[in-house]
């Protein structure tokens, strides 16, 4: 095989592996029982792979070639489990065998009442012996299939604390003895907050990518929102369930219009909303109305559904209800203080009563040590200033969120708008970026 072909094999196994890799590891950690054998047995696989693929050509089930390898070894590693702790109890060790480890394991018989591996090692990853931040980083690092650089910018963190936090959470799970199984159904409601954020971040980050070339990830977007549906059903009574799916499809509902056909991006003011998908649009406000349904006061997935809402039942961006927008971002600051928060709701706000407004608002975010790296804040700052006229002001602004961003595409626009500013003002509205 010539050395293109090499590569172009080896780019076919870092796609599959991309995609497949979440699936792998939970369906392993399941058999194994155990979240990092689960993670050595699925790279064992990849390695295989590479050393296969290039010369035997891709598979036509790539991801179930590589799920049966890494069962395969699974099952090794079982076995010499059992015959270690067999020759334990010879030698007089206290060491009673696993009931699933004594044998062949009946993988297919492994069930349970959720009945879907990714949403189980979601529970468990959000165990309540890891602290929150550690929850959702490990999830997002072994189901997502995201990088610590990306989940470090999903958090607004540096690189290494992400690492840590990944690290430190494994050691945690096995020096506790956390067994790899479902939390009972009277303890998932107090997991609920951690498996909620974990499937918004994985779907953030395919809806608008931190680094890479591509703008989007949608794959990503649709297995968080299989999750989240999947989550919904299990837990109907829960609000916030019902929010976090209603805000994820009528976001996803945008998909379609948010890139052109070179795949640069379509910012809202710009998009044609005809090429929106009615059919998400419809199920995200039926997701609406059942979240609206159910006891209690709304919670921020919901407060962020009812703010989708408004643009996608406006037939323009100047149809747009901003008033009712920005009074929803206040809500959601109530609920849930962010800057990321605040900066939205000023957006909203310069839409809704001036971009003097807006830019009050953001201008008091300047020292807020977790924006310090955050492209959309000179971004919105940027728009903000073009739209009053102080265009040098406004280009400064777009070449300083250019240079912070990690998305090529991203940084191709913070850069077109910068030249723009040398001539005239152009819409752009960074909090709703599309």
Same mark, same amino acid.
Request: net charge negative.
């Given at each position: ?5 090499? $590569?172009?094999?080896?780019s076919?196994?870092e796609?599959v592996?991309?995609?497949e890799?979440?699936? &792998?590891?939970?369906g392993?950690?399941r058999?194994?029982?155990?979240v990092?054998?689960?993670e050595e ?5 990849l390695v ?11 598979p036509d ?8 390898t890494?069962k ?26 696993r009931?699933? +480890?004594?044998?062949e ?8 009442h959720?009945?879907?591996?990714l949403?189980r090692?979601?529970?468990?990853s959000?165990?309540?012996v890891?602290?929150?931040e %550690?929850? =959702?980083a490990l999830t997002?690092?072994?189901?997502? /299939?995201?990088?610590?650089?990306e989940?470090?910018?999903a958090? &607004?963190?540096?690189?290494a604390?992400? %690492?840590?936090?990944?690290v ?7 020096a506790?003895r956390?067994?790899?199984e ?5 303890e998932?409601p107090?997991?609920?907050t ?6 918004y971040?994985m779907? +953030?980050?395919?809806?608008a990518?931190?680094? /890479?070339?591509?703008w989007?990830?949608?794959p ?5 929102m299989?999750? /989240?549906?999947?989550? =919904?059903?299990?837990m109907?009574?829960?609000a ?8 994820m ?11 052109d056909?070179a795949?640069?991006?379509v &910012?809202?003011?710009?998009q ?11 199920h995200?406000?039926h997701?609406?109305?059942l979240?609206?349904?159910?006891a209690?006061p ?6 962020q =559904?009812?703010i989708a809402?408004?643009h996608?039942?406006? *037939?323009?961006?100047r149809?747009?209800?901003?008033e009712r ?16 928060v $605040?900066? +939205? ?5 310069g839409?809704a009563?001036g971009?003097a407004?807006?830019?009050?608002i ?5 020292t ?6 955050y492209? *959309?804040?000179p971004?919105?700052?940027?728009d ?6 102080r ?9 300083? =969120?250019?240079?912070?961003? /990690?998305n090529?595409?991203?940084r191709?626009?913070?850069r077109?708008r ?5 001539r005239?003002?152009?819409?752009? *509205?960074?909090g709703?970026?599309?």
């Amino acid at each position: 095989m010539t050395e293109p072909g090499h $590569e172009a094999t080896r780019s076919a196994i870092e796609a599959v592996w991309r995609i497949e890799s979440p699936r &792998l590891i939970a369906g392993l950690a399941r058999i194994t029982g155990d979240v990092g054998a689960a993670e050595e047995l699925a790279q064992d696989a990849l390695v295989i792979a590479l050393e296969q693929w290039p010369v035997q050509g891709v598979p036509d089930g790539p991801g179930a070639w590589l799920m049966a390898t890494a069962k395969h070894r699974a099952i090794d590693l079982i076995r010499r489990r059992a015959a270690y702790e067999r020759k334990l109890q010879e030698i007089g060790r206290d060491a009673a065998l696993r009931p699933e +480890n004594s044998g062949e394991p009946d993988v297919d018989a492994m069930d349970d009442h959720i009945g879907d591996d990714l949403l189980r090692l979601i529970f468990i990853s959000c165990h309540p012996v890891l602290s929150p931040e %550690a929850r =959702a980083a490990l999830t997002l690092r072994l189901l997502g /299939g995201l990088t610590t650089a990306e989940i470090a910018r999903a958090f &607004l963190v540096p690189e290494a604390t992400i %690492a840590q936090r990944i690290v430190r959470a494994k050691r945690t799970l096995t020096a506790r003895r956390v067994p790899f199984e479902l939390p009972s159904r009277a303890e998932i409601p107090d997991r609920l907050t951690s498996v909620l954020e974990v499937i918004y971040l994985m779907f +953030n980050e395919g809806y608008a990518a931190t680094a /890479g070339e591509d703008w989007m990830r949608p794959p990503l977007c649709a297995e968080a929102m299989r999750l /989240g549906r999947v989550l =919904a059903g299990l837990m109907a009574r829960e609000a916030e369930a019902h929010g976090l799916v209603a805000l994820m499809e009528l976001q996803a509902s945008r998909v379609g219009a948010r890139t052109d056909p070179a795949g640069e991006p379509v &910012l809202l003011a710009d998009q044609d909303r005809r090429r929106w998908d009615r059919l998400l649009i419809r199920h995200g406000l039926h997701a609406l109305v059942l979240a609206r349904s159910l006891a209690g006061p709304p919670g921020p997935y919901e407060v962020q =559904a009812e703010i989708a809402a408004c643009h996608a039942q406006a *037939h323009s961006v100047r149809a747009t209800d901003w008033e009712r927008v920005a009074a929803l971002y206040v809500v959601l600051g109530h609920l849930t203080p962010s800057p990321v928060v $605040e900066l +939205n709701r000023a957006v909203a706000a310069g839409m809704a009563y001036g971009p003097a407004r807006g830019l009050e608002i953001a201008d008091r975010l300047l020292t807020h040590p977790a924006l310090a790296s955050y492209a *959309h804040l000179p971004a919105v700052r940027g728009d903000l200033l073009a739209k009053l006229g102080r265009l040098e002001e406004a280009r400064d602004e777009f070449d300083r =969120a250019a240079a912070l961003t /990690g998305n090529e595409r991203e940084r191709t626009l913070f850069r077109a708008r910068a030249d723009a500013c040398l001539r005239s003002p152009h819409r752009l *509205h960074v909090g709703d970026i599309g």
